[in-house]
């Protein structure tokens, strides 16, 4: 049984908004249909009543990669061009992960087929082993691969 997704408002209006700005990005396209149907499966709820350990903007999200056992943490991003140790919501993984929640097995569209991730946690707060480097005004991920 699948667990239904969650987004807020705001969240979704910012995501149209980028959608809006890529339309004719060929980079960017094939991520619109699959976020499309991610959006309108997604039901809506107010900032206030998502659950802490759901993934939306700007989350710090723990993927645990099933197949390799790798953990990885990125912040989920409404950008079409993410820093590193982001993820934007235009690509697979980004629409995988938006609205979920922890615990949640997901399979992620890849070259080499579906790959199975699971959310292992969500977060607002910048996790500890992430820091700002020296004039960057995003977070520089440390021992990431």
Known sequence: MTRPV???????????????DRLNDPRTVPAFSELTVHLNAAT?????????????????????????????????????EPAVGQISVLTPLGVALLGRSVGDMIAVSTLDGPCPIRIAGVGQARP?????????????PVGMA
């Open 6 to 20: 969650y987004v807020t408002a705001s969240d979704r209006m910012a995501i149209s908004v980028l959608v809006l």
């Open 44 to 80: 809506v709820v107010p900032p206030a009543d998502l659950p802490a350990s759901v993934a939306r903007l700007n989350s710090f999200i723990r993927v645990e990669w099933r197949h390799s056992g790798d953990v990885q943490v990125v912040q989920l991003v409404a950008s079409a």
């Open 128 to 140: 500890a082993h992430m820091h700002t480097a020296p004039g960057r005004a995003r977070p520089t």
